[in-house]
């Protein structure tokens, strides 16, 4: 019994997503198909590439609130790029790196103040961000003039929806299937996360300056730059989620793009398993919630769930999914 | 010292842009000598969809037109900031409000409270529970419904597979979905093979709707009820590889979609209008009763009045066509 609590807190989130995954092979004629296969990964790439930075940025026992407003900031950023770019007549694959060049760049700026604010500053992570959730979107919407910005650029939406061929498999339409750019950069960054965290002195330090500062301290750590780095990171991050975002839909709607991004968000890295309290994460398991949560979304389509209860079945989902993993000792 | 720095700078950029934003606030001045000069404040929500920044868009444009009179527009995430912000407008004694409410029920004990403190009450859009209007103008929700549930009808004779997107869940979905509801019943070839929300949002849209194609091999047509809904479901056909031979039902006359309507793109056969643009009624409806003479005024204006939504095709669609509109 006790080892199955371990277990449990260790792969309870592991185990949720298999048993949805079960329950709909079962129930569901079309589930088991190349193509929504793909849509479950692919769906909620852009939040997922920013999960995997939030997790590093818990680890260190911070918080981002400012993350879905920064998407619209760098998105706005990106597309305004693009379209003087083109104006100016460059080509359009210069326009476009231009444009993600932007993005990451004014991503990973922001990111860097949030740090140097909460490091140096001494303000409370979630303090500092909360002034950024409110004041990038409102940049953003000064730079969009409260609407939409539109892409001028043909091949920006051409990139959003472009991919890799998977040999051997097509839709239902018979046209190839397709797995996205954004899929690959959500791929990417997890198992670069993953290496960061794992092997590097950098995430040494991050698990350090999360459990126990003073300690970190003590070991000549510099929990400072390392709080920095992370938040620039994470900002970096959404940069790359920006750019993609803005190039599937081919424009930024600035008050619209990004809205509660830092919730889902925040919900995969804590169905995942990773602790608030900072020290303890993962960065699979963020991956896992990510798409754990799509699925959720994917299945009320599905069942035709009516719209005013799915907030109540997702909520569900997270505080079930979470309180498997508690279900040993008090999961710290 | 480091910390002391920053507290310095940071006390120094809040004080620039509160000295920074004196101008735009400072507006009831203006000049002395005219003692027409009508102060009015413009109550919207905030722009979280296209549709609520094409009503600020068209806000800014109306105001132009009555240069004599201070207008003071304020936009509100939730009906609490939207509360606030009547108030804060009270206390700059206008003479009229415009409120297009973000709810409608938080926002009435507050607009009977202006109105029975003499001040004119334009009401736009979403109507309060109890009387506190002098003018209350409306788009037309069930009409919506209904005439673009007639046209799909009838471009499909009467039969095919069909999905239909509904927005966030409020009065105005509701009315909008019911009324298209009792439409398709009429046809009994008419099947909604599946029905969700797109929350009004493009990216939410693609994501239901690419749910939706994966379980649905045959879509004739999908009822999509908002313009940027429209372009998620697009999102999601053009990913799935499965654009032909099924057409989208938008509505609210997004200028991209009006367009595409009017260059005969045969993804968009047609549009339907809920134009953002009756805030501009509603702005125009509070400057002509201030100048005719508010007791006057009132004799003859209308206190209901419902805007009609038109059907949009390749015919019209260029009256509706509004290039320089951000939506």
Same mark, same amino acid.
């Given at each position: 019994?006790?080892?199955?609590?371990?277990?449990?807190?260790?792969?309870?989130?592991?185990?949720?997503?298999?048993?949805?995954?079960?329950?709909?092979?079962?129930?569901?004629?079309?589930?088991?198909?190349?193509?929504?296969?793909?849509?479950?990964?692919?769906?909620?790439?852009?939040?997922?590439?920013?999960?995997?930075?939030?997790?590093?940025?818990?680890?260190?026992?911070?918080?981002?609130?400012?993350?879905?407003?920064?998407?619209?900031?760098?998105?706005?950023?990106?597309?305004?790029?693009?379209?003087?770019?083109?104006?100016?007549?460059?080509?359009?694959?210069?326009?476009?790196?231009?444009?993600?060049?932007?993005?990451?760049?004014?991503?990973?700026?922001?990111?860097?103040?949030?740090?140097?604010?909460?490091?140096?500053?001494?303000?409370?992570?979630?303090?500092?961000?909360?002034?950024?959730?409110?004041?990038?979107?409102?940049?953003?919407?000064?730079?969009?003039?409260?609407?939409?910005?539109?892409?001028?650029?043909?091949?920006?939406?051409?990139?959003?929806?472009?991919?890799?061929?998977?040999?051997?498999?097509?839709?239902?339409?018979?046209?190839?299937?397709?797995?996205?750019?954004?899929?690959?950069?959500?791929?990417?960054?997890?198992?670069?996360?993953?290496?960061?965290?794992?092997?590097?002195?950098?995430?040494?330090?991050?698990?350090?300056?999360?459990?126990?500062?003073?300690?970190?301290?003590?070991?000549?750590?510099?929990?400072?730059?390392?709080?920095?780095?992370?938040?620039?990171?994470?900002?970096?991050?959404?940069?790359?989620?920006?750019?993609?975002?803005?190039?599937?839909?081919?424009?930024?709607?600035?008050?619209?793009?990004?809205?509660?991004?830092?919730?889902?968000?925040?919900?995969?890295?804590?169905?995942?398993?990773?602790?608030?309290?900072?020290?303890?994460?993962?960065?699979?398991?963020?991956?896992?919630?990510?798409?754990?949560?799509?699925?959720?979304?994917?299945?009320?389509?599905?069942?035709?769930?009516?719209?005013?209860?799915?907030?109540?079945?997702?909520?569900?989902?997270?505080?079930?999914?979470?309180?498997?993993?508690?279900?040993?000792?008090?999961?710290? | 010292?480091?910390?002391?720095?920053?507290?310095?700078?940071?006390?120094?950029?809040?004080?620039?842009?509160?000295?920074?934003?004196?101008?735009?606030?400072?507006?009831?001045?203006?000049?002395?000598?005219?003692?027409?000069?009508?102060?009015?404040?413009?109550?919207?929500?905030?722009?979280?969809?296209?549709?609520?920044?094409?009503?600020?868009?068209?806000?800014?444009?109306?105001?132009?037109?009555?240069?004599?009179?201070?207008?003071?527009?304020?936009?509100?995430?939730?009906?609490?900031?939207? !509360?606030?912000? =009547? &108030?804060?407008?009270? +206390?700059?004694?206008?003479? %009229?409000? *415009?409120?297009? @409410?973000?709810?409608?029920?938080?926002?009435?004990?507050?607009?009977?409270?202006?109105?029975?403190?003499?001040?004119?009450?334009?009401?736009?859009?979403?109507?309060?529970?109890?009387?506190?209007?002098?003018?209350?103008?409306?788009?037309?929700?069930?009409?919506?419904?209904?005439?673009?549930?007639?046209?799909?009808?009838?471009?499909?004779?009467?039969?095919?597979? !069909?999905?239909? =997107? &509904?927005?966030?869940? +409020?009065?105005?979905?509701? %009315?909008? *979905?019911?009324? @298209?509801?009792?439409?398709?019943?009429?046809?009994?070839?008419?099947?909604?093979?599946?029905?969700?929300?797109?929350?009004?949002?493009?990216?939410?849209?693609?994501?239901?709707?690419?749910?939706?194609?994966?379980?649905?091999?045959?879509?004739?047509?999908?009822?999509?009820?908002?313009?940027?809904?429209?372009?998620?479901?697009?999102?999601?056909?053009?990913?799935?590889?499965?654009?032909?031979?099924?057409?989208?039902?938008?509505?609210?006359?997004?200028?991209?979609?009006?367009?595409?309507?009017?260059?005969?793109?045969?993804?968009?056969?047609?549009?339907?209008?809920?134009?953002?643009?009756?805030?501009?009624?509603?702005?125009?409806?509070?400057?002509?009763?201030?100048?005719?003479?508010?007791?006057?005024?009132?004799?003859?204006?209308?206190?209901?009045?419902?805007?009609?939504?038109?059907?949009?095709?390749?015919?019209?669609?260029?009256?509706?066509?509004?290039?320089?509109?951000?939506?």
């Amino acid at each position: 019994m006790k080892n199955v609590g371990k277990f449990m807190q260790e792969y309870g989130v592991l185990v949720a997503l298999i048993v949805f995954f079960i329950i709909n092979v079962i129930t569901r004629d079309n589930f088991l198909t190349a193509e929504n296969l793909r849509n479950l990964i692919s769906q909620n790439a852009y939040v997922g590439i920013i999960a995997i930075g939030m997790t590093l940025v818990i680890m260190t026992a911070g918080i981002d609130l400012s993350v879905g407003s920064l998407v619209a900031l760098c998105g706005a950023l990106a597309v305004l790029t693009l379209n003087k770019q083109a104006a100016g007549e460059a080509a359009p694959n210069t326009a476009i790196f231009m444009a993600a060049l932007a993005s990451v760049g004014i991503g990973s700026v922001a990111g860097a103040l949030n740090g140097i604010a909460i490091a140096f500053g001494r303000v409370a992570p979630f303090v500092v961000t909360l002034a950024g959730l409110a004041g990038f979107r409102s940049l953003a919407l000064v730079l969009g003039d409260g609407g939409e910005i539109r892409s001028q650029v043909t091949e920006f939406q051409d990139f959003g929806f472009g991919g890799m061929a998977v040999p051997g498999l097509s839709m239902q339409s018979g046209g190839p299937l397709l797995i996205y750019w954004s899929t690959f950069a959500f791929i990417g960054v997890a198992l670069l996360a993953s290496f960061l965290l794992n092997k590097t002195r950098f995430g040494r330090y991050v698990i350090a300056v999360g459990a126990n500062e003073r300690a970190a301290k003590y070991s000549a750590i510099n929990i400072q730059m390392v709080r920095v780095a992370a938040y620039t990171l994470l900002g970096g991050l959404v940069g790359l989620a920006a750019v993609l975002n803005a190039a599937r839909m081919n424009s930024v709607g600035t008050g619209s793009v990004g809205l509660y991004y830092e919730l889902d968000a925040i919900a995969a890295v804590v169905i995942g398993g990773t602790s608030l309290k900072g020290g303890k994460g993962r960065i699979w398991g963020t991956v896992v919630g990510v798409v754990l949560l799509t699925m959720i979304s994917n299945m009320m389509t599905a069942y035709r769930i009516d719209t005013d209860w799915q907030g109540l079945v997702r909520g569900a989902v997270i505080l079930i999914a979470v309180l498997l993993q508690r279900s040993g000792k008090d999961g710290k | 010292m480091l910390k002391n720095l920053m507290t310095l700078a940071a006390g120094a950029a809040i004080l620039g842009l509160t000295v920074g934003c004196q101008p735009g606030t400072d507006v009831g001045n203006g000049t002395p000598a005219d003692d027409e000069r009508f102060v009015v404040g413009v109550s919207i929500p905030a722009a979280d969809h296209g549709w609520t920044a094409g009503v600020k868009w068209w806000a800014d444009e109306a105001k132009k037109n009555y240069p004599n009179i201070d207008w003071i527009i304020e936009d509100a995430k939730s009906p609490d900031e939207q !509360i606030t912000d =009547l &108030e804060n407008l009270r +206390s700059q004694n206008v003479d %009229a409000l *415009v409120i297009l @409410a973000t709810e409608s029920a938080p926002l009435t004990p507050m607009a009977k409270q202006l109105h029975d403190a003499g001040i004119l009450i334009i009401n736009v859009d979403r109507g309060f529970t109890e009387p506190a209007a002098d003018v209350f103008i409306e788009g037309d929700n069930a009409a919506f419904g209904r005439k673009s549930a007639e046209y799909m009808a009838a471009k499909l004779n009467g039969t095919g597979k !069909i999905v239909v =997107l &509904e927005g966030i869940p +409020s009065t105005v979905n509701t %009315a909008r *979905v019911e009324a @298209a509801a009792k439409v398709f019943a009429q046809y009994p070839g008419i099947e909604i093979v599946a029905q969700d929300s797109g929350m009004w949002n493009r990216e939410t849209s693609e994501k239901v709707m690419q749910n939706i194609l994966v379980a649905n091999s045959e879509i004739d047509a999908i009822w999509a009820s908002d313009d940027d809904m429209a372009l998620g479901v697009e999102n999601a056909l053009r990913a799935a590889g499965r654009r032909d031979g099924v057409w989208i039902l938008g509505g609210a006359g997004m200028k991209d979609i009006v367009k595409r309507v009017m260059d005969g793109d045969p993804l968009y056969p047609a549009d339907i209008t809920y134009p953002p643009s009756m805030i501009a009624v509603g702005i125009h409806e509070a400057a002509s009763i201030l100048r005719a003479g508010r007791a006057n005024a009132l004799k003859y204006i209308p206190k209901h009045i419902v805007l009609d939504v038109d059907l949009v095709t390749p015919d019209n669609a260029a009256d509706y066509y509004f290039p320089e509109s951000v939506y």
